[in-house]
């Protein structure tokens, strides 16, 4: 019973994989074949097999009919097998969830790739990659955290996956990547960049150690994995990350990463140092312990769940915290990217009117689907779950004299449910995460859990943080590029239009307008197009003058395009709200205080 693959490029310039699939015993009945229709970690149905093509089945030389039953299955026709199944993937996605070919490089997803075989999905899948295949380019290397059979050098040969689940779970970059290796805790990591970069990778991989042995004690050793691999696309502008559960896959700026005699950690570097951070921490939280509905996965169709402020949320609490606990940023800095989060759920309305149990569940029509009233109506399980985090985290703390605390709460979960999950499978109920962080704590938390993650109630935040000796202030932006922070004194608001737009050199084209906010008054709609105010022309440098001599009384009068209709509204600017978070240590705080923040901040 054997489940062998084997991909190739079949032409670099117009991006097409071929694969062939050998399946030595086929189900007698008819064998089914299935492409996933999403991939774990980003809740979308994307249908993979629109890129899939010229599928054609033989037995032993003859041709076997293959009947498509829907818009990802195909059944072949009854044969004894071996059934080979020859197709085609067009690949040129260059975002970490699909497949890419070009010239520079080869990159997928098993999702994208790999048919699943019905029925014997429990069996050992058999990767094949050989190195004639991919000889265009000379200087290629296979990275993969696919178990390797026989591989030569450069990586290329057999590898093996232990079922279709660890198969699509383990992405496959081949190029001419750079490469460092490190050990966290005695296990093997290996960080891969492709792209033009110049980064200087002893530095990362001191950094990346830090973050990495941090997690593994804080779960408790050893960790889950016997190596794992990062796998980095450095791009001129781009962001994302998903995770798998002994690698990830990243795309970052190629300015993020550090270079040869930097000092210090850029805000960039803080990014994608924190990128790196929250991947590996879902080596833990959903790649292991994950919600029961995603144990097993249903690739087919949607898989929903209220918990996903707990494994994306917590993460994004984590990632940060853990490159201050490592030691890598200082406090100053880990609370103006606190800062920056708050703000982020703060701007926009989303907060006050979707529930974070809501946004987890509907995230697969919503989150991950955000249209141009999004700001409005969604508010985001990452962000305000990574508040809840700290929440939970400082009420558990707070309530026991700090005996108690969310790290222990993730080391039951890991102890409960992800340790052992290859053996006894089991997710964490709907109701058990709570259930689970009360028997943990001691403490009956159904008031806290119901307000942050049933309610549009505002978060105990500043009570909280008081705490520990941070203040938390609420101020009005001062400018277009105040992501948040403490400001002291607080600069004079700027003026807003409470919308979001882009201009240039034609007009001001706009994307979103803000409940109650001045625009949404004025009758703006996403997609106007504004090409006068006040009888000039608009373009950023009209904009520019508008908003350096402000004044709050001034109406002004727009001329506008609504498709191809000329209209004419008008416009009171007003200041901007108090939407905009800073926290900063107290100036006075009593020893209890200090106390608290340095078990909390592990320094
Ligand atoms: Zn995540």
Redesign the pocket.
């Known amino acids: 019973m054997r489940i062998h693959y084997r991909i190739q490029p079949l032409d670099l310039a117009s991006h097409r994989f071929a694969i062939q699939l050998t399946i030595a015993q086929p189900d007698p009945a008819g064998q089914i074949l299935q492409l996933p229709c999403w991939i774990p970690?980003s809740y979308l149905i994307r249908e993979f097999a629109r890129h899939l093509v010229r599928i054609s089945a033989s037995c032993t030389g003859q041709t076997v009919p293959l009947e498509k039953l829907d818009k990802s299955t195909w059944q072949a026709a009854p044969c004894q097998g071996p059934l080979t199944v020859s197709y085609e993937v067009y690949a040129f996605d260059l975002s970490v969830r699909g497949a890419y070919l070009d010239q520079t490089r080869a990159f997928f997803n098993g999702t994208s790739v790999f048919l699943q075989v019905q029925g014997q999905e429990h069996l050992p899948c058999y990767v094949e990659f050989n190195a004639q295949d991919f000889s265009a380019n000379s200087n290629w290397q296979v990275a993969t955290g696919l178990k390797a059979e026989s591989i030569d050098e450069a990586g290329f040969g057999n590898y093996i996956a232990c079922n279709y689940d660890e198969l699509i779970d383990c992405p496959v970059e081949v190029s001419d990547f750079a490469s460092v290796e490190f050990e966290a805790c005695g296990v093997p990591h290996r960080m891969v960049i492709s792209g033009r970069h110049q980064a200087d990778l002893t530095r990362l991989s001191l950094d990346l150690k830090a973050i990495c042995e941090y997690q593994i004690r804080l779960f408790g050793e050893p960790a889950p994995f016997d190596r794992y691999l990062f796998m980095t696309m450095a791009v001129g502008d781009g962001y994302g990350g998903l995770?798998h559960r002994n690698s990830t896959a990243l795309i970052c700026n190629r300015s993020d990463l550090p270079l040869a005699g930097d000092e210090g950690v850029s805000p960039a570097y803080r990014q994608f140092l924190g990128l790196c951070s929250?991947?590996y921490f879902?080596s833990w939280n959903v790649k292991r312990i994950k919600p029961a509905t995603f144990a097993p996965y249903d690739l087919q169709q949607e898989n929903y769940t209220t918990l996903l402020w707990a494994f994306?949320g917590i993460?994004s609490y984590y990632d940060d915290l853990c490159l201050l606990r490592s030691g890598l940023i200082d406090l100053d800095a880990y609370l103006q990217l606190l800062a920056q989060t708050a703000t982020t759920v703060y701007r926009g309305y989303g907060h006050q009117r979707q529930t974070l149990e809501d946004s987890s569940m509907d995230t697969w029509i919503k989150y991950y689907r955000p249209d141009e009233n999004s700001p409005n109506e969604l508010v985001s399980y990452y962000t305000k779950g990574a508040l809840v985090a700290l929440c939970l985290d400082l009420h558990i703390r707070q309530q026991t004299q700090n005996r108690k605390s969310l790290d222990q709460i993730m080391q039951a979960l890991w102890l409960r449910y992800g340790r052992d999950f290859d053996q006894h499978g089991l997710g964490v109920g709907e109701q058990e995460w709570e259930a689970l962080a009360a028997e943990v704590s001691g403490l009956d938390l159904q008031d806290f859990f119901d307000r942050a993650l049933r309610s549009t109630e505002p978060l105990p935040l500043p009570d909280l943080l008081g705490h520990i000796g941070i203040e938390m202030q609420k101020r009005p932006a001062s400018g277009a590029n105040d992501k948040g922070g403490w400001q002291e004194p607080i600069a004079k608001p700027a003026l807003s239009w409470g919308c979001r737009y882009s201009a240039d050199a034609a007009g001001i084209k706009v994307s979103h307008v803000f409940y109650e906010q001045a625009a949404c008054r004025a009758g703006l709609a996403a997609g106007d197009v504004i090409v006068a105010i006040d009888g000039l022309r608009a373009n950023t440098a009209l904009l520019e003058r508008l908003f350096a001599t402000p004044n709050a009384a001034q109406t002004h009068v727009l001329h506008i395009f609504r498709r191809d209709e000329l209209m004419q509204l008008q416009l009171a600017p007003e200041m901007s709200p108090a939407d905009t978070i800073g926290f900063r240590i107290k100036k006075e705080s009593s020893q209890q205080e200090i106390d608290n923040l340095s078990i909390f901040t592990g320094n």
């Open positions: 970690g995770e929250h991947e879902h994306e993460t």
